[in-house]
């Protein structure tokens, strides 16, 4: 690059612990120079950027946005920087003010549960204000682990009565009748990600009492017919399974002083008809209702492994090149 055509810019990072900055070893100002055209130099407590004007620029939005994550007392990771970095680059501001900085919950091991990113901040902001909640996204965006959490905070504070979680059972292709056990051991392995989150935040003991007296409650879809779920906080896991009817089925067990999460994946339907599927059509049937919400999460909110949200998208181009055919 020529002299001429490049910008300098510096930024005061006085008072804001580098090592949580810019990690070991500056690990993250060497990812953000692979994502941008420029150079990042940190001095003593001065950050001197150099490059193309544009990617200048947009390299200090980025480093503004993880001075501010720092002094919210949020933790950076490897995951946070390269959502930072696509944000920067989609919207020209980084995400760190528009996430959520309130604890939903304290896990078993002392970790504090919260928002990572804006769609999820929207998410959890959407419950708070709503009866009912649809989060519908690709895998990885945490709609099944931050559900859970809500429910236990929930119970926790006194909120509710009540836990119910619940999932229609279809990916084995047969009845649950035809499984080992009683409805807990039928119905435990499609609702294996419940469990796993339900762990994380719970001891195991704690789980085990308040299963055993119906506190929390497991069962698949199915079992829900003709109930009527009063002070409880009610979650259907994979939504995107269920058929129009026993979407209705499930909306109309709510009851007095109750919530409810449905959570699902619309590319990702094991039905044999998609397009009936119960999460696809409820869209436009309960679209304006009020106390209704609909969040929808997309590959920037995946908060699994960087290369997830790039499976993602190469899955889309897939699917686009496929309905072009």
Do not use: C, W
Request: no cysteine.
């Amino acid at each position: 690059m020529e002299e001429a055509e490049k910008k300098y810019s510096s930024l005061e990072v006085g008072g804001v612990d580098q090592r949580l900055l810019f990690g070991q070893n500056d690990v993250f100002l060497r990812i953000i120079e692979s994502s941008f055209d420029g150079r990042v130099i940190a001095r003593g407590e001065r950050v001197m950027v150099e490059g193309a004007p544009r990617d200048v620029q947009r390299i200090m939005r980025l480093l503004e946005d993880l001075v501010t994550r720092v002094k919210q007392g949020n933790i950076i990771t490897e995951q946070y920087i390269h959502y930072a970095i696509s944000m920067v680059k989609e919207n020209g501001y980084g995400p760190a003010a528009e996430i959520s900085t309130e604890n939903l919950l304290t896990s078993a091991l002392k970790k504090a549960i919260k928002p990572k990113t804006v769609g999820q901040s929207r998410y959890v902001e959407a419950v708070d204000r709503h009866d009912v909640v649809f989060s519908i996204g690709p895998a990885g965006t945490g709609k099944t682990y931050l559900a859970v959490a809500m429910a236990v905070a929930d119970l926790k504070a006194n909120r509710v009565k009540r836990l119910v979680f619940t999932r229609p059972a279809v990916e084995a292709g047969e009845s649950l009748g035809f499984l080992p056990g009683d409805i807990r051991a039928k119905v435990d392995p499609y609702l294996r990600p419940v469990y796993d989150a339900l762990y994380d935040m719970l001891q195991p003991d704690k789980i085990r009492k308040l299963l055993e007296l119906g506190v929390i409650e497991i069962a698949p879809l199915a079992f829900m017919r003709g109930r009527t779920l009063n002070e409880a906080f009610v979650v259907l896991d994979e939504a995107q399974n269920t058929t129009n009817a026993q979407m209705k089925m499930f909306l109309t067990r709510i009851g007095e002083q109750s919530k409810a999460i449905i959570t699902g994946d619309i590319t990702q339907i094991d039905l044999e008809r998609p397009r009936k599927s119960g999460l696809v059509l409820v869209q436009s049937i309960l679209k304006g209702v009020e106390g209704i919400s609909f969040v929808y999460l997309t590959d920037k909110d995946v908060i699994r492994h960087h290369l997830v949200q790039k499976i993602i998208k190469a899955y889309e181009r897939s699917e686009k090149r496929k309905r072009k055919e």
